[in-house]
């Protein structure tokens, strides 16, 4: 018999709050976590706006631990914290040789990389921090973690660009599935907010464009006037557990992970087609032994870029056919922005939140429809008392890696 | 106590969230808590504060007195007076 895996711990940093029920109460609320930026560098940049962590540091760690952590592993490791407190796992009793920790990031430590090209090449620096390639290391989140729990079941690191987070999370619940693993903190982290990696996303022209009225409002996915993608940082780690193994313990389950697929769409950089993304979607209801009328709520990919938000509309079409209209879908990035390799796993976080309360969380800043895209977003206004037992998470990426998640209410 | 031993006391200090009171010239660097990379550290440290280079290969280091007496020797190397 295949074994389940279930979420039994939520931990989070994000834009929107740094724990799991205040994330998603903003989240239902309508709330944006998107401003002006306040850095030093923000007369050089033509996009003055981006989804921040309010996030120090200090505040969580000792001066000898944080000194050494690029701040993606600062994030990384306070969001383990807190998914292992939420779960009540016990990190002494557990068999550490079968519990390991998957993690997706796109940038890695490049707060610590640019940190270090600013000594040589602007400073004339002739040496650079003893720490640089161990805050740099793009597994450095991950293996910060493991290191804290000496947890010695895998440790490896995913980077496909923003569907990271979602492939650590599904490589994860196989790893558990397959019986390599009994437990695996799974997620992703993200802080790219630097002035480089600000200024290569704007020559990409893919940044939206500040809203004049109200910065908070400038990510509009699915809307006609969307103007494109708002960075943003931050961190998500899941507990996945096998399900006899959380019955035995007693633990709480928010959900069942019943289903995970991933496509590429092997035809270009940074286009995405909906048949790639179609393949992902019907991998991941076939996994799970579903069919479309049985998903109650997908938390789109959607970025608010004029070819994603178009694609995945046309993908979702695609495999959901006459079902499609009936199938409510939101994109959460209009109110957390896109946290890039950590975007999946905030954005499970707000899929297993929905389905715990019941509560679709909306897309905001949806005024002018597209006639591209015209499915249900749940439009401005989260949606209340509703009756959802199976939830879809897509993530897409530059690269064309495409993974697709489901999590189900009840064992099934 | 000489103007680099406090210093160099201080730096450890500050590392470690540790009253400067407790580092004693006689400290085992590992003693204290500092791992070979946290040494590397307070070397890279004390570079910055004595204007001083410090060679690669010049890290055979224990106590804190030792680490004073290689920035003594590298000020008086690398800015005779």
């Keep these: ?412 | 106590m000489t103007d680099t031993l406090k210093i160099i006391s201080q730096l450890i200090a500050d590392k470690l969230e540790v009253d400067v009171e407790t580092i004693k010239p006689e400290s085992n660097l590992t003693e204290l808590g500092l791992d070979s990379l946290d040494t590397f550290d307070i070397i890279f440290s004390a570079e910055d504060a004595f204007n001083i280079k410090v060679p690669n290969d010049k890290v055979d280091i224990a106590t804190v007195q030792d680490v004073a007496n290689l920035a003594d020797s590298l000020i008086s190397e690398q800015h005779p007076k």
């Design chain 1, 1 to 412: 018999m295949k074994r389940r895996v279930v979420i039994t711990g939520l931990g989070i940093v994000s834009p929107l709050g740094n724990t799991p029920q205040l994330f998603f109460d903003n989240l239902i609320a309508g709330k944006s976590g998107i401003r002006r930026m306040t850095t030093d560098f923000i007369d050089k940049l033509d996009t003055k706006i981006a989804a921040y962590a309010d996030f120090i540091a200090q505040d969580h760690f000792t001066r000898h631990q944080y000194s050494g952590m690029d701040r993606v592993s600062q994030f990384s490791l306070y969001a383990a914290q807190q998914a292992i407190a939420d779960a009540k796992l016990d990190m002494e009793s557990i068999d550490k040789t079968r519990t390991g920790v998957y993690l997706g990031t796109g940038m890695g430590g490049a707060n610590s990389i640019e940190e270090g090209y600013v000594r040589l090449y602007r400073d004339g620096a002739e040496r650079l921090k003893p720490f640089t390639v161990l805050m740099a290391m793009n597994n450095a989140a991950c293996s910060q973690i493991g290191l804290e729990y000496k947890l010695s079941g895998p440790n490896l690191t995913f980077s496909t660009a923003c569907s990271s987070s979602a492939v650590a999370i599904g490589e994860a619940m196989r790893q558990i599935r397959h019986g390599y693993t009994d437990v695996m903190l799974a997620g992703g982290s993200e802080a790219l907010l630097t002035f480089g990696t600000i200024k290569a996303w704007e020559a990409l022209r893919t940044l939206a464009k500040e809203d004049a009225n109200d910065p908070g409002a400038s990510c509009k996915p699915f809307a006609a006037d969307r103007t494109g993608l708002v960075l943003g940082e931050g961190a998500a780690v899941l507990i996945l557990e096998d399900f006899e193994h959380a019955k035995a313990r007693g633990a709480h389950i928010y959900a069942e992970i019943s289903g995970y697929g991933t496509a590429n769409d092997g035809v270009h950089i940074t286009s995405p087609t909906p048949e790639g993304q179609a393949v992902a979607i019907r991998g991941a209801l076939n996994d799970a032994g579903l069919k479309p009328q049985d998903i109650g709520y997908i938390n789109a990919h959607g970025t608010a870029t004029m070819m994603n938000d178009n694609s995945e509309t046309a993908a979702i079409r695609q495999v959901f056919a006459e079902f499609a209209d009936q199938t409510p879908v939101s994109s959460t990035k209009s109110m957390h922005g896109h946290l890039m390799g950590a975007a999946a796993a905030v954005e499970m976080v707000a899929t297993a939140l929905a389905l715990k309360h019941q509560i679709l969380p909306p897309t905001i800043n949806l005024h002018i429809p597209d006639e591209k895209c015209d499915l249900d977003y749940i439009p401005n206004v989260a949606r209340k008392n509703v009756s959802v037992t199976h939830a879809m998470s897509n993530s897409f990426a530059f690269g064309g890696t495409g993974a697709v998640l489901i999590l189900s209410k009840e064992v099934h």
